[in-house]
């Protein structure tokens, strides 16, 4: 079976090349303005992406993701999400880099069969980078008016959170 499993890609890219050499459509050239229209799409992202890496590293150099976890640890506790996930939960819409290695660290402090390791884990299965997502993609795209998307992209992150732990204590028996 591993031989098989070892042999699918290089059939498929095989059979591609195959079928390239024997059409008389330009398919090189084609291949040739996707990667002109790639470039410069990736030129495009650049300042925004940019732009974001920088805010991202000075809200964790500034402490303000400790300061904002500190206050919010009573109030989620209250509503039945763990003060744990808490970092998690602040990095998620901004960083996918961040949330993984905050997601990881809960792993290990919390456990992957805890309370905060299960919600923490669907949280990272149900939700995704909102900030980036949004400013790259609309950058991209050229899209000025993002008025309501940032907040209906808000509501659903929010969601994210609180149907984590419901289905946490739904489906895994936590109280």
Known sequence: MSGISA?????????VALIILSSNKPHFDAFLVGAAEGAKTCAKL???LCALLVAI?????????????????DFTEVVGIP???????????????????????????????????LCASILMGSSDTVIYIL???????GVKRTRYAFAAA??????????????????????
């Open 83 to 117: 003060s744990g996930m808490l970092p998690l939960i602040l990095t998620r819409p901004v960083s996918g880099a961040a949330s993984a290695a905050t997601f990881s660290e809960l792993l290990k402090e919390y456990g992957a069969d805890s309370y905060t390791g």
């Open 7 to 15: 042999s699918v890609i290089p059939i498929i890219m095989f059979s």
């Open 46 to 48: 650049l300042p925004s």
């Open 135 to 141: 400013s790259v993609y609309f950058s991209a795209a």
């Open 57 to 73: 590293e000075m809200l964790f150099a500034s402490g303000a993701i400790d300061v904002i976890e500190e206050y919010l640890s």
């Open 154 to 175: 808000f509501i659903v992150m929010l969601f994210s959170v609180f149907f984590s732990a419901f289905l946490c204590r739904l489906f895994f028996g936590f109280a």
